[in-house]
């Protein structure tokens, strides 16, 4: 088909010189256009519409012609309709609907650029209907393994769009376990868009994302430290520095990881980062590359905070990107120094750079002026507020006009919270509101007002200043109301000084009378009632005021006037004194102007990872983003079983620990009945999956080595040795199948006072029937009760090709305080001296309970040396019972524990006792012991 | 998320107008000439980042431009992108045109604004960054095109074969 007419339309257009003439030509197209839509050449009409479009004119119709394009079997046509779609119609409109349809069938398509077509304009104007009906087919795009690269980076994008949207009708969490392997995949572009959407998705479920961390970090060091990278990709010289900067982007969202060696590996990178990018090239878009990259970096090294080294680097950097020739770098190198500003306890770094940051106040390009208002703000304090004020306050008639009003704000803002004498705060506040004129805002010279109010050494101050702003010979509205305010609440507190007196004051107030708005007008006549009622000796005056207005063509001057007029010739002054009542103080309040200056965002951006406003402003942030994540949380975990329901009601009941010790077990014989293959994951009361021990968990409890966990596809074997405070445990992965396992991952996850370290990584693949070790160290720095645990996940079946859901596994290690005790033998007589020393400050914890089978002393003799502790068989006088020492050791402190267990044979009872030398080990021992006894079979 | 992307020559006029959000016809117009007269009267050596727009949300929005001979390519995104990043994209895009018509320049971005808005959509998707390997962008532009002519050997040349 000829386009012919296309190019004829488009150069009529251009020798159209003036509007009118544009305008005559449009419409002569669009009368043609109508009466020729229905027969032929539809495209080519649409193609006409789309230009008119652009150049700003108003389609109102054409839109039904360009849906029926779509279910063209021609690609040029369907092509067409897909772009008009995208550009003209919107998410709301009726014909939205009949595109579903088509959408669907493009979406089914063998033809991947069928696919791509419907997944771009799903993209572009998805709404919920789209979200309800049409993502399950984008879902199964974006993981099916027969998806082109092609297909699945648009698929990704579209998910994020659809989830960004309406995020309600996706279950997003019962994806993770399929999206999350993307992020392996060989394409970079794949990962690209991957990357974008994992970062949507981990900002709302921080915990079922989390996996997405170590899979980021190995990416990023396969980009930056390895060198087996697709030319394609680079970019003048750098290697896919889009990808590198969405995963830096993405980790600011995790706090550093608790693990180790992946910790240690993301510094290396970071480092290593900053290392290449000692000398910047010449040639702009390399530079820009790597600056873009750099910039992220310095970024996440910030939001990690706890790298002195690495955080001195980056500051050091900032120092020299702010006095860069460049005007970006200068500019991102302001931003991001608010940023670190947010973050330091030490301000040194930034204040050593505080009269260039100063100067950047005076830039060529207000954009750069606005990132040097920001970083002020944000690295303003105590110490340096007066400097900073008073330069901004200099700078602030020349500022830019769109700059000002946010200056005025973030001044009075600043003047309030650092002020250490009022005095200061005060004239400042006059000063600006002398200054800015009409650029202040209501709530500054009301914040004013408040703070003189509640502040009783501070009004004959003010009065004072008022007073003499009054007789400037300039004097704003603003300026003016706070005199009229201030003098008629206390100018009686300076009345008595010379140059003060009530008829000075009162004619510096009239003097500007005739000129001011009516709002003020009404104010000051309202002063010279309160003036009345203060200084009888000008009751004249006032009076005559009164009269004059009450025939004021306005209807509230008139009013007030009269009033006024008719409160003040009363016969008693009662009336007059009632009214004029001093004003309490208000009831401190927050001050309404940082709220002001608090920013919302749109629910389809990612969120912010920090804010312009220092340290304070940062860790509000992170505590709202807390509050939403466990919302999220709880709406995620609404499908929880009755079972989890009442694992949580439980472990929430504020009885002692062993309720829920008793729980875990029963979840435990609960998990014999799933399905092994389903995963021995349940999900937690918080919605965030909770670690389950392994059947063969409280074996390995005693035992050195054997099974933990096992089911038809994978087993998992343990081996550890114990020393002193440190344990290693070798994890011994068995794939069970005849597949391949893929995208095979496991992490560990520390709890508080057990430090875990990965010191040997799991391969990405396990062979069918093959094993893998993976090796974690233990640190134990205190008491603990609830083990360490590992997140185990993979894909199942390469070679079936079919998409069978990926397995995720959180288990319990089997790790107990007891590990870390060394038996300490120690003569029979000394036993019970040591005991009755320990007798005292909660250092004892005790316990009675009954025993499940009869007694038998040699299982428990058994039991209570493979905790630990050396048995001293002759130092309890009764025979029957069981003492135990041991030293338990900590990277901090050893902990001498003693232990005495006495079986009653006839109850088939038992009381234990545990007394420690720090009474926050007692009773976790305790508690475990009497488990371990438990657990004992006849 | 970048939430628009516009080009427009000195004098303002459009010559590729993408919103990924949904906003009236005259609201965009509005963007383009307030965006248009702050990016215009801006100095070769200002930064290529500006606030704004007010029009297209809240003060976390970012203006990103690039300047190249008689026409602006203009970016308006939020703070969850890289403004280097931003960048890095538009010359991905300019240097994808470039190869796609032979040294661009206004009058193909007027002739075949069709095509022009094709291939930003390999670029990007839903205001999301789709590709930045310019081979990969082209490879996906040659495909459609491939297809558009076998489609159409029945009904006449396609005049965009020029550049396959």
């Known amino acids: ?938 | 998320m970048i939430k628009s992307v516009l080009i427009f020559n000195t004098q303002g006029k459009p010559r590729l107008t993408k919103f990924y959000q949904q906003i009236d016809v005259e609201v965009e117009q509005a963007i383009l000439k307030e965006i248009h007269s702050l990016v215009a009267r801006r100095p070769a050596q200002a930064c290529n980042f500006l606030e704004g727009s007010k029009l297209l949300g809240g003060a976390d929005t970012r203006i990103i431009y690039r300047n190249y001979a008689t026409l602006y390519f203009v970016f308006v995104v939020d703070s969850s992108e890289s403004e280097l990043g931003i960048l890095d994209l538009i010359q991905v895009f300019v240097e994808t045109l470039d190869r796609c018509f032979e040294n661009v320049c206004e009058l193909d971005l007027i002739f075949h604004f069709e095509e022009v808005n094709y291939i930003l959509s390999e670029i990007i998707t839903g205001g999301m960054v789709l590709e930045t390997n310019i081979n990969e962008i082209i490879q996906a532009i040659r495909d459609s095109n491939r297809l558009m002519k076998a489609n159409s050997a029945n009904g006449g040349a396609d005049d965009r074969s020029r550049w396959v």
Request: proline share 5%; aromatic share 8%; net charge neutral.
């Open chain 1, 1 to 938: 088909m000829s386009m012919r007419g296309l190019t004829v339309f488009i150069a009529d257009l251009r020798k159209c010189r003036i509007h009118e003439l544009e305008e005559k030509r449009i419409n002569k197209e669009m009368a043609n256009i109508r009466a020729q839509f229905k027969r032929y050449q539809k495209k080519k009409y649409v193609c006409k519409l789309l230009y008119m479009y652009i150049l700003g004119w108003d389609i109102d119709f054409g839109h039904a012609e360009a849906v029926s394009l779509i279910s063209s079997d021609k690609f040029s046509e369907k092509q067409m309709g897909y772009l008009a779609i995208t550009l003209l119609l919107t998410e709301n409109s009726e014909l939205i609907r009949l595109v579903i349809n088509s959408l669907r069938k493009d979406l089914d398509s063998q033809n991947e650029l069928f696919n791509c077509l419907a997944l771009h304009a799903i993209a572009n104007t998805g709404g919920r209907e789209m979200a309800e009906t049409l993502a399950r087919e984008v879902q199964k795009l974006l993981i099916s393994p027969m998806s082109k690269g092609f297909v699945k980076k648009k698929a990704a994008l579209c998910l994020l769009r659809l989830f960004r949207k309406h995020s309600d009708v996706l279950p997003a969490v019962e994806w993770a376990e399929r999206i999350l392997p993307i992020m392996d995949d060989p394409d970079v572009g794949v990962v690209t868009s991957a990357a974008s959407l994992i970062t949507a998705l981990a900002q709302q479920y921080p915990q079922q994302y989390a996996m997405c961390v170590p899979k980021a970090i190995r990416k990023l060091q396969w980009l930056v430290m390895e060198s087996n990278f697709p030319s394609d990709y680079i970019y003048y010289k750098v290697p896919a520095p889009w990808l590198q900067v969405k995963l830096l982007r993405l980790l600011q969202y995790y706090p550093i990881p608790d693990d180790e060696a992946l910790r240690q590996r993301i510094l290396d990178i970071l480092h290593c980062i900053i290392q290449n990018s000692r000398e910047i090239p010449r040639n702009v878009q390399h530079a820009n590359a790597l600056h873009a990259i750099l910039f992220e970096t310095i970024n996440l090294v910030i939001h990690f905070g706890c790298e002195p080294d690495l955080l001195a680097q980056a500051a050091a950097l900032l120092g020299r990107f702010i006095a860069s020739k460049e005007t970006n770098v200068r500019y991102l190198g302001l931003e991001t120094m608010a940023h670190l500003a947010g973050a330091l306890d030490n301000p040194e770094p930034i204040r050593r750079h505080q009269e260039l940051i100063l100067a950047s106040l005076r830039d060529r390009d207000v954009s750069v002026r606005r990132r040097g208002l920001d970083l002020l703000y944000s690295m303003c304090d105590v110490s340096n507020s007066r400097a900073i004020v008073r330069e901004l306050l200099r700078y602030l008639p020349m500022a830019d006009f769109a700059l000002r009003e946010e200056m005025v704000l973030k001044i009075a803002i600043l003047t309030e919270k650092f002020a250490t004498e009022y005095q200061w705060y005060v004239d400042t506040i006059i000063k600006l509101l002398s200054t800015a004129g009409d650029q202040v805002g209501e709530e500054i010279w009301h914040r004013l007002i408040q703070i003189v109010l509640g502040n009783e050494g501070l009004q004959e101050y003010a009065a004072r200043v008022v007073l003499s702003g009054l007789r400037a010979p300039h004097c704003p509205e603003n300026a003016l109301k706070v005199g009229a305010y201030v003098l008629g609440e206390f100018g009686h507190l300076i009345a008595n000084e010379p140059g003060c007196s009530p008829m000075d004051q009162f004619k510096s107030l009239h003097a500007r009378f005739s000129t001011a708005p009516l709002a003020t007008k009404v104010m000051l006549l309202t002063t010279y009632l309160k003036f009345v009622n203060l200084f009888p000796e000008i009751k004249e005056p006032c009076l005559r005021v009164f009269e004059r207005y009450r025939y004021a063509l306005d209807v509230e001057l008139q009013q007030r006037a009269c009033e006024y007029y008719h409160i003040v010739n009363r016969d008693t002054d009662e009336l007059l004194q009632t009214v004029c009542e001093e004003m309490p103080p208000y009831p401190a309040r927050e001050s309404s102007l940082v709220s002001r200056l608090q920013r919302q965002y749109l629910d389809t951006e990612d969120k912010r990872t920090w804010v312009v406003g220092g340290k304070e402003a940062n860790l509000e942030l992170k505590s709202q983003d807390a509050h939403s994540a466990q919302a999220h949380a709880l709406a995620a975990g609404t499908a929880i079983t009755n079972a989890t329901l009442a694992a949580a009601a439980q472990a929430s009941a504020p009885g002692p620990a062993r309720t829920a010790e008793v729980n875990l077990l029963n979840l435990d014989e609960d998990l014999s009945h799933l399905n092994p293959g389903e995963g021995g994951s349940v999900t937690g009361p918080d919605g965030a999956p909770e670690p389950v021990r392994g059947a063969g968990h409280v074996k390995l409890l005693t035992a050195g080595q054997g099974v933990l966990y096992e089911d038809d596809t994978i087993q998992l074997g343990v081996k550890s040795e114990y020393h002193g405070y440190q344990g290693r445990l070798v994890i011994y992965t068995g794939n069970q199948t005849g597949d391949v396992l893929t995208s095979f991952a496991i992490t560990v996850h520390g709890v508080p006072h057990v430090k875990a370290t990965t010191v040997q990584a799991a391969p990405t693949l396990i062979q069918p029937f093959a094993q893998a070790p993976y090796l974690v160290n233990l640190e134990c720095h205190g008491a603990f009760d609830v083990p360490p645990h590992i997140h185990v996940t993979f894909g199942k079946g390469g070679t079936s090709g079919s998409t069978a859901a990926p397995v995720s596994l959180h288990i319990q290690l089997p790790v107990s305080i007891a590990k870390f005790i060394e038996p300490f033998s120690m003569a029979a007589t000394d036993f019970f001296q040591r005991w009755r020393q320990l007798s005292v400050n909660k250092r004892e914890s005790q316990a009675v309970f009954s025993a499940r089978e009869p007694f038998q002393p040699e299982p428990v003799r058994a039991l209570l040396r493979s905790t630990g502790l050396a048995l001293l068989t002759d130092a309890d006088p009764n025979p029957n019972n069981f003492v135990g020492v041991g030293i338990l050791v900590t990277t901090s402190e050893k902990v001498g524990c003693l232990l005495r267990l006495e079986p009653s044979k006839e109850h088939q009872m038992y009381r234990i006792t545990v007394r420690t030398t720090n009474e926050n080990f007692s009773e976790i021992l305790r508690h475990h012991v009497e488990d371990m006894v438990n657990q004992i079979e006849g």
